[in-house]
């Protein structure tokens, strides 16, 4: 069978937070997320959900896509091609938004190959994440 996408919906939000602590990662809170966790888009393929990743969009012309996640369980080959469509429907959702850009933060030296074979450019070297909780 072939991967499929769609959407996230508002259940989707727990079972990524599954796959965060499976990573070792904490889960960004729900509203710290566009749409409150449903502004992204899930791959699956036979009933198995694959990989996930969020895009903001802003006034200007450019999108930011961020915290992709994938499946811990999910050993199968090819799960670089789950991850490559993702981003690819990521990229041309923000087309179809009038997005000019899209903008993203890799720290995971696989996804950022993957990013490079798609066409990302590197934008800053050794910078910091800066949050502030307001």
Known sequence: MEFSVRFLNETDYDVLCQWW??????APPRDFLPENGT????????????????????????????FI????DYKDK?????????????????????SKYIYTVVKNQNLK?????????NGSVKVDEMVLVL
């Open 21 to 26: 602590k499976a990573f070792r990662w904490t």
């Open 39 to 66: 502004g992204g888009m899930m791959v699956h393929k036979d009933g198995v959900n694959i990989v996930a990743g969020f895009i903001y969009f802003t006034n200007s012309a450019i999108a930011w896509s961020e």
């Open 78 to 98: 090819d799960r670089k091609e789950a991850i490559k469509i993702l981003i690819y429907e990521l990229n041309e959702l923000a087309k179809r938004k009038g």
């Open 113 to 121: 190959k993957i990013y490079q074979e798609m066409g990302y450019a």
């Open 69 to 72: 996640i994938s499946n811990f």
